[in-house]
């Protein structure tokens, strides 16, 4: 069934009034979590180990100006946008729990198929940083005690890409993740508080640092253009209407407290790490805050090993569309130890992230991977396909300067996407002729 945005629901069709939203088939668990846990798992995705990146991959290229600005303007701008993805969970009488189910019966099969596949390329990205992360964080642990470079980053990132499948294996979907999510919070604040603390006492211990932006004119324009990337890239996920199914009902108004809280608890934690890092080493942070940092051999290994096992945690959130297609497409339901659902855990998860590992441990350049997903993926599925959707899905209740407005951040996100694709692909060329495939980078 195909619908289009002047049949809202509970406005002009009168066979969806007083209804209960349909459900659609899943092999997953649905309307099960509190707004709460939700929001830990919104929050789990803002203060990844991803954040350690981001004073390298943000602030050396804007400054502290521009720097400052965007990190405050985009939770602003991503609030409004995954808003409007909020509001259409149950448009039509339908809950629409997956990202191209929505943007399918708004506009057709087409987008269906198109939103599918922009989200699976975000995904991926996202999931082969995480074990780009993860492998960083092993070969930063693994040099605090050794200096013999027999153990480089292509092994570390091969190491956390197994300890990922063997987690993916283990939890079977989303919502059971629960404890977990509890010790991701916890890991979470190891690695930011002990990041926070090394850099603001290096800061305080060391001469004036350099803060201006690197690189020749034309570099600089096409940095800064990634970094703005890396800001879309930073506060969303591009899968919330995957989230919002797991939530309890009312569903709407329960992902709008999760959202709030995502957007205000959430980003201090980050603000705290990413902010002190830059000014505690200017622009020559490293994409991986722990590589700067001094201190005891002990807390920064602490750290690093945080980092690591919160990238495991993390990655599995944003696995969880492509685990609920594949275990809803072939029936994969009932108990997870049952020996069929088990064993095809093992070679349909494992598989797919020895896939992720390859590609993570060929080309393991994180702030690109950052720059590129935010661009080909993030921007449209976030603020573009958000803009468009609700545009026509709430067309007959729009004002002609709400119309106008949504037209407006189509285009100026659309364009925004381009260059920073362009810009994001410039990277890995320039990366990848610096450095060779498998490269063992610091």
Known sequence: MTMTGTADADHFDPRYVNRDPELPETAHQISSDSWLQVGFVLTTGINSAYVLGYSGTIMVPLGWIYGVVGLIFA????LYANSLVAKLHEFGGRRHIRYRDLAGFIYGKKAYSLTWALQYINLFMINTGY?????SALKATYVLFSDDGQMKLPYCIAIAGFVCAMFAVCIPHLSALGTWLGFSTILSIIYIVVGFGLSLKDGMNTPARDYSIPGSTISKIFTTIGATANLVFAFNTGMLPEIQATIRQPVVKNMMRALYFQFSVGVLPLYLVVFTGYWAYGNSTSSYLLNNVHGPVWLKATANLAAFLQAVIALHIFA???????????????????????SFRVLVRGGYLAFNTFVSALLPFLGDFMSLTGAISTFPLTFILANHMYLVAKENKLTSMHKLWHWLNVCFFGILSVAAAIAALRLI?????TYSLFADLD
């Open 75 to 78: 939770p602003l701008i991503s």
């Open 131 to 135: 074990i780009i992360l993860g492998g």
């Open 320 to 342: 969880s569309p492509m685990y609920e297609f594949l275990d809803t497409k072939y029936g994969i339901s009932g108990s997870p130890l049952a020996c069929k659902n088990l």
């Open 429 to 433: 060329a320039v990366d990848s002729k």
